[in-house]
């Protein structure tokens, strides 16, 4: 039997949206995260985020090959979410692998938006964290598919809102403020002098917050022994 699959470039979009609850894996038990894409032995990965177990990506990974229907349908789509080491190699934080062959049954042939569990590479049933992700497969002479943003409900609530105002730099202001000392008494000062009085330099400086000497006062106590 043929295989009805077309021969000929096939592209993949990966597109990383976010980042929850990732196991954390060096001393300070967080992260400096970015995610491996890996489709037809082509491998790109996303910007790294540092310090981190939750975060936003929004990165686009695209990949493109030419390959027969079979071929294509034989590929895996690798996912591996990578802590950056400066000294040594990255290691894995969690994993997930998508088949080809699935992903050509679905609708479209895409997963919109969608949160999926990391596996631990270390293995058993623990989760390493979450991930939120789309994936588009688009055949040869094929297009993929339009969305408009309002689909997503999730990016739309009031919860990620305010995420995304609380990551965004914050606005620095600076006030104008007016400093007094005033100096009411001072004793058991040591004789610095060989006279019989001591004497005690007060000194106030106002500045600027670029430096400018705005106001300088110094005045002389005098103490008899």
């Not at 000392?181 to 000194?203: F, H």
Request: net charge neutral; proline share 4%.
């Amino acid at each position: 039997m043929l295989n009805p699959l077309p021969n000929g470039e096939w592209t993949v979009r990966v597109n990383v949206f976010e980042l929850r609850n990732l196991r954390g894996v060096d001393i300070s038990e967080s992260s400096d995260t970015f995610v491996f894409a890996t489709v037809t032995v082509i491998t790109k990965k996303t910007g790294r985020q540092q310090q981190t177990l939750t975060c936003i990506a929004n990165q686009l990974l695209f990949f493109s090959s030419v390959r027969t229907g079979l071929e294509f349908e034989d590929e895996k789509i690798d996912i591996d979410i990578m802590d950056w080491n400066r000294t040594g190699a990255s290691k894995q934080i969690g994993v997930y692998t998508v088949d080809a062959k699935r992903m050509l049954e679905l609708p479209a042939h895409e997963i919109y938006r969608t949160w999926f569990a990391l596996q631990d590479p270390r293995g058993g049933k623990r989760r390493a964290g979450f991930i939120k992700m789309s994936i588009i497969v688009v055949p040869p002479v094929g297009s993929p598919p339009f969305h408009d943003d309002t689909e997503d409900t999730e990016e739309l609530s009031a919860g990620n809102l305010l995420k995304r105002s609380v990551l965004k730099t914050p606005k620095i202001s600076y006030q104008d403020w007016a400093l007094h000392i005033t100096i009411g008494w001072a004793d058991m000062l040591p004789n610095m002098v060989s006279t019989g009085t001591a004497m005690l330099s007060v000194g106030m400086l106002l500045t600027t917050l670029d430096g400018k000497i705005m106001k300088q006062e110094y005045s002389l106590l005098k103490r008899r022994k």
